[in-house]
């Protein structure tokens, strides 16, 4: 099964981190703790042979100073943030966290997944500064 969407940026990669998550809610479901669903995706993604760092903590920047740091929970292919959550619904609060990691580490794409509802919740994310 593809999850891959013609016409988005890292179609091919976002389809992979997407097939790799909805295999982990598959076999887990919904009612576990964020942590969880982190540690059984990062072995999903290494068996997926994806590149990737977890908790990556990268730097904040405020006209050119360092003001603090972020840490998203996925890093993949140095061009994706994946934020994944355990709540019964996505909020407002999950999509700008989500937007100000792609804002505060300048990239272009990223998901937003939740594993805590009855089906995998999955939010392609784009960079303000990038879209047309």
């Known amino acids: ?4 969407k ?3 940026k890292y179609s091919e990669l976002t389809g992979r981190i997407i097939g790799c998550a909805m295999r982990v809610h598959s076999a887990l479901g919904n ?5 969880i669903y982190q540690r059984a995706l990062q072995i999903e993604m290494a068996e ?3 590149v990737f760092s977890r908790e990556q903590e990268m730097p904040v920047f405020y006209k050119g100073q360092k003001v603090g ?3 998203v929970d996925f890093l993949v292919g140095s061009v994706v943030a994946v934020e994944l959550k355990a709540v019964f ?7 700008a966290q989500a937007i100000s990691y792609l804002e505060a580490y300048d990239l272009e794409v990223g998901l937003l997944l939740n594993f805590g509802a009855r089906s995998l919740q999955v939010k392609r994310i784009g ?6």
């Open 48 to 50: 997926e042979g994806l």
């Open 1 to 4: 099964m593809r999850y891959a």
């Open 127 to 132: 960079n303000p500064r990038y879209m047309d």
């Open 69 to 71: 740091s972020r840490r």
């Open 89 to 95: 619904r996505l909020e407002d609060a999950h999509y």
């Open 31 to 35: 009612g576990f703790r964020e942590v």
């Open 6 to 8: 013609e016409g988005y």
